[in-house]
């Protein structure tokens, strides 16, 4: 974070001073909520949590080189204490935003947030320093504290931005208020706390109504609810897809022998060549997201096209392809499930599986309410009609969705199989696997399925699933 005396944090909070003998003294580290990353200069936010109290760490923490903490009753050692953590926190972030006069990218969606923010990140740090959400903090507690990274020497800012219900983004814009809006998509994730898609695209849409007249809205030109977005804000609007009305868009759509999109990328200011890194078709979009937001901040189309062909995936555990000495070939997805994901990486299982076997290892999509039948069911069907070798649903109830939908479309029989757990999965794939064949683990975080992935990585005399 920018050096900010305590005194400073006090005021911008609306907290009192406690223990503090000299208030001069400024905070130089990072703002962090885990004690094991405080650094010399740290602030420490104390966080009550149901299992951890955070203030309990408050000795710790300082005796650990932290200036102070953040809390919300004295701690006996220095201490800015407020009345709401959550909320000085956040008050923090858009104060150092504010002072810092970065340029703001936000987005969101319910699929390839993670990815797109990764892309964005990697293509405009190509031309300026640029800070990003690490992973998936993009919560009200991991976004003020990815905006507080910032320094003088950042000039993007890309932040992601989750919801789990309305007015949950309208927050995180007021935290830190967006100069460029990007939505993605509006699908079923979290469709059984939200209630419908209609709901989904009420929230996310919060994203582009926080946007200043100057600010600019990125919207997917492919998603009827998302270009419908255009009429709820007063900034610019530029559309990305593959429709012929997009602003940024891709001809010539295709997959390499590997399974990386590859086409020719089209902007108002000149166009360029994208093979990508990354695998699956659905990346195209995450792309052309990436790409739209670029251009408006000034990056020609053939810089665009290098940086997209350059970057890689930063966070664990999506799409992360390796291949064993045998040959096999692992495919890690397993950090989340939504069926807009799931149909995705399935097509990119086939892709990258011609003429070789291909196993989906599937596991359940969590918080899909009344619809989870019906979406686990049509997963399964899917797997049959792109013609995936071998079917394994892991898990319980809406495992046996899954195969039961696979059998019913197809009778295959001994083509899917439903077993109980991942250390049942990785047992059947022990026995089974030979070389060249390609290997898709995918499920919600909850289910854990990377532990299939890692094991079938590992080896081991036991085969034995690591505890999580």
Known sequence: MIALSLAEIAAVVGGQTHDIPDPAPQVTGPVVRDSREVEPGSLFVAFAGERVDGHDFARAVVDAGAAAVLASRPVGVPAIVVDDVQRALGALARHVVERLGVTLVALTGSAGKTSTKDLIAQVLRSKAPT??????????????LTALTATEETKYLVLEMGARGIGHIRYLTDLTPPKIGLVLNVGTAHIGEF??????????????????????????????????????????????????????????????????????????????????????????????????????????????????????????????????????????????????????????????????????????????????????????????????????????????????????????????????????????????????DVVLVKASRSVGLERVAQALLDGGAEGEVAAR
């Open 131 to 144: 800070v990003f959400t690490p992973g998936s903090l993009n919560n009200e507690i991991g976004l003020p």
């Open 195 to 436: 209630g419908g898609r209609e709901q989904i695209a009420q929230a996310k849409g919060e994203l582009v109504e926080s946007l200043p007249e100057d600010g600019t809205a990125v919207l997917n030109a492919d998603d009827p609810l998302v270009r419908a977005m255009a009429s709820r804000t007063k900034a610019r609007v530029v559309l990305f897809g593959e429709s012929g009305e997009a602003d940024v868009r891709a001809e010539n759509v295709r997959l390499t022998d590997l399974g990386q999109p590859a086409f020719r990328l089209h902007t108002p200011s000149g166009c360029g060549d994208v093979t990508m890194r990354l695998y699956g078709e659905h990346h195209v979009s995450n792309a052309l997201a990436a790409a739209a937001v670029a251009h408006e901040l000034g990056m020609s189309a053939d810089e665009i096209a290098r940086a997209l062909s350059e970057a890689g995936s930063l966070s664990r555990w999506r799409m992360e392809v390796t291949e064993r000495p045998d040959g096999v070939t692992v495919v890690n997805d397993a950090y989340n499930a939504n069926p807009e994901s799931m149909r995705a990486a399935l097509r990119a299982l086939v892709a990258m599986g011609r003429g070789r076997r291909t196993w989906a290892v599937l596991g359940q999509m969590a918080e899909l309410g009344d619809e989870a039948l019906a979406e686990h069911d049509a997963i399964g069907r899917l797997a049959v009609r792109l013609n995936v070798s071998k079917l394994v649903a892991v898990g319980g109830r809406e495992a046996s969705w899954l195969q039961l939908g696979a059998y019913n479309e197809g009778s295959w029989g001994e083509e899917s199989v439903h077993v109980s757990d991942a250390q049942a999965a990785v047992d059947l794939l022990r026995s089974e696997l030979r070389p060249g």
